[in-house]
C-alpha cells in the first residue's frame, strides 16, 4: 500500500474566502507549525490579482520569507496556485517547488471563474503547467467542478475524464480531482478514479473535498481506496470556494490526520501542533470551525 | 444490493445528554415529523430511571400517545432502548414494536454504565431479548464501545466477536455494533463487520457511530460496503453518550438521507422535514448543529 500524502491547502483554498485577512507574520506564524508538523505539502497562496482576492496579496511575499535561509526547512513541499501566465512568472521568481493549476469541467462555472470556456482555459492550463514543468518545477493540474456544479447540476464523467486526457497526452499526469460544489458521494469518487487510472500508466492522483453536505471524509476514504495518494486538506477545516453558490468548509487537516494514525499510515505527522494550530485559527476568526478532533483532543492514551 | 434502513435515535441517544428537557409536546411533534419524513424506524426514549435520566422520564408516556387511534401513522416502527428487566416490562405495556438492548465490550464503561461485569451484563440482557422476543417483539442487540473505549484504549475484536457468538447462540440475531467512544475507522469497520457476518447465516446487522473525531460517515459508508442494513443516525447529528469521556455527536440524519438520495439508494424518504426538523432542533437548543446539510440545504434543482 502506497504512503498517503497530505496536502495542505487552507492557507490558500481557506483564507481567499474569509472576510478578514490575516496579516503576514501570523500567516508565516501558521506556515512554519504546518512544515514542523510534517506534513507533506503546503499550499503558501494564489498568484491572483491583489484586487479580486486581497487575501492572496502576499503570496509572493510568503514564499520569499519561506526561501530564506534558516526559515526553509527540509521537508514539506511548498506549493502555489497559478491562474494564468502572469501568475506563472510571478511564481517562477519567488521560489514555488510545486505548481497547482485548474479548470473547471462545468461551463458555466468555467465562465464564472475565469471568463472562458472549458476549452479555452484547457489550452492556456496545459501551456502554463507545460512551461512550468519545462522549468524544471513539479506541476499538479486539477479538475474542478469534477463531481457536479452547483450551478449546473451533474457533471458527465465523460468530461471530467477527457480533460484528464487531454492533461496526460501534454506530459502533466500528476491530476487532481476537485470536489468544488460538495456533491461527490462515495461510490461516484470510486467509479470515477479507477475509470482515470485506466487512462494511462504512471498517473498520480489527488482528492480535494468539499464538506457541504457532511461527505468529504468518507469521499476521502473512498478516493484512497481507490487509488489517490495525495488529500488536499485544510487546517481546522477552513474554506470552500466563493466562486460556488454554496461555500462549505474543506475537509479538515487535523481530522484526516487523526485518521491516518489510527490507521497506522502515517505516524510521522505530529497531531500536536495541527490541533494548537487549529484551535488558533477558530481563536483568530472568532468562530468554532468545523472540524472535529481540535474540539475533542487526540484520543486518550490506554488506561489515562 | 440490499436497502439501507434509517434508525432514528436522536430523541434518546441525542437528548439523553442535552441539560435541557425537552416537553412532551415537542418531543411528539417532532416524532410525527420523523414519521412522516419516512426514516424507517424511530428509537422514541429509553426506560430508565427517571432520576438517573430525567430527559427520559416520558418515555412510556410517549409511546401511549403515539399508540393511540389516529396519531400511530403506519410506516416507522417505533424502538426503545431498555437496560433490565423493569425497563422490558415497561416496555411491553406501553406499545414498544422493537427492543434495544445492549453490553459494552470494554469492562470499565460496562462497569460505570451498568454497575456490572460484561460477563454478567451479557448474561441478563440476553435473558431481557429472548424475553422480548417471546413477547413477540423485534428484538436489537448491540455491542458498545465496539471498536474501542476513552477509558481502556483498543477494544480486542475477537471480545466483540464473542459477544456477538452469544447473542447469535440465544437466537438473538440483529446485532448493532456501537463506536460509543467513536475510534472507529473505516478500515477497522470493514473487517470487524466481515468477520461478524462469518458467524451465521441470517444475522442482520446496524451500525451507530459516534462523530467525535470526524468519521462517523466514512465509518458508516464502510459498514454499509460490508453489508451492514440498517445505520443508526440523529437528526441534526444530536448525541454521544453521557458515560464516555468525550461526547461527540452522532452521526446525522439528514446529512445520511442526503447521501442515500445522491446515490439513489433512498429516495423514498424526505429531505425537507428532516431539514426544517434539524433547524427546529438546532433552534430549540440555542446552538449550531453538527449536521451540515440542513445548512447548506438540499443540493439545488439543475440549472437553478
Redesign the interface.
Known amino acids: 500500500m502506497k504512503s498517503i500524502l497530505v496536502h495542505e491547502v487552507g492557507l490558500r483554498d481557506g483564507l481567499q474566502m474569509e472576510r478578514q485577512t490575516v496579516p503576514l507574520e501570523r500567516k508565516l506564524a501558521w506556515l512554519r507549525t504546518l512544515m514542523d508538523a510534517g506534513v507533506d505539502v503546503i499550499q503558501v497562496g494564489s498568484f491572483v490579482h491583489p484586487t479580486k482576492v486581497p487575501q492572496m496579496a502576499d503570496t509572493d511575499q510568503l514564499f520569499r520569507e519561506l526561501s530564506q535561509p534558516g526559515v526553509r526547512r527540509p521537508g514539506p513541499l511548498l506549493s502555489g496556485l497559478v491562474l494564468n501566465e502572469k501568475g506563472l512568472d510571478r511564481g517562477l521568481v519567488c521560489g514555488v517547488e510545486m505548481f497547482c493549476m485548474g479548470v473547471s469541467a462545468s461551463e458555466t462555472h468555467s465562465q464564472k471563474n475565469t471568463g472562458m470556456s472549458i476549452a479555452e482555459a484547457t489550452d492556456r492550463i496545459i501551456a502554463i503547467g507545460v512551461r512550468a514543468r519545462e522549468s524544471g518545477k513539479r506541476v499538479q493540474v486539477s479538475v474542478q467542478s469534477a463531481f ?1 456544479c ?5 457533471v458527465p464523467p465523460e468530461r471530467v475524464l477527457g480533460l484528464v486526457r487531454r492533461f496526460v497526452e501534454a506530459g502533466l499526469t500528476n491530476i487532481s480531482l476537485a470536489d468544488t ?3 461527490a ?4 469518487v470510486k467509479v470515477l478514479y479507477t475509470e482515470l487510472f485506466r487512462i494511462g500508466d504512471g498517473i498520480e492522483c489527488a482528492c480535494h473535498f468539499h ?5 468529504a ?2 469521499n ?3 478516493a484512497v481506496q481507490a487509488g489517490v495518494t495525495s488529500v488536499e486538506t485544510s487546517i481546522a477545516g477552513l474554506g470552500g470556494c466563493p466562486f460556488t ?2 461555500a ?1 468548509g474543506n475537509l ?1 487537516t487535523e ?1 484526516f490526520v ?2 491516518l494514525h ?2 497506522g499510515q502515517r505516524e510521522d505527522i505530529h497531531m500536536k501542533p495541527l490541533i494548537d494550530l487549529a484551535a488558533d485559527v477558530a481563536a483568530f476568526l472568532g468562530r ?1 470551525m468545523s ?3 481540535y474540539r ?2 487526540p ?5 489515562a
Open positions: 457536479g452547483g450551478y449546473e447540476g451533474e460544489a460538495g456533491h458521494t462515495p461510490d461516484q464538506n457541504t453536505y457532511g461527505l471524509m468518507a476521502a476514504y473512498a453558490k454554496i462549505g479538515c481530522d487523526h485518521y489510527q490507521t468554532e472540524g472535529m478532533v475533542a483532543g484520543i486518550p492514551e490506554t488506561g
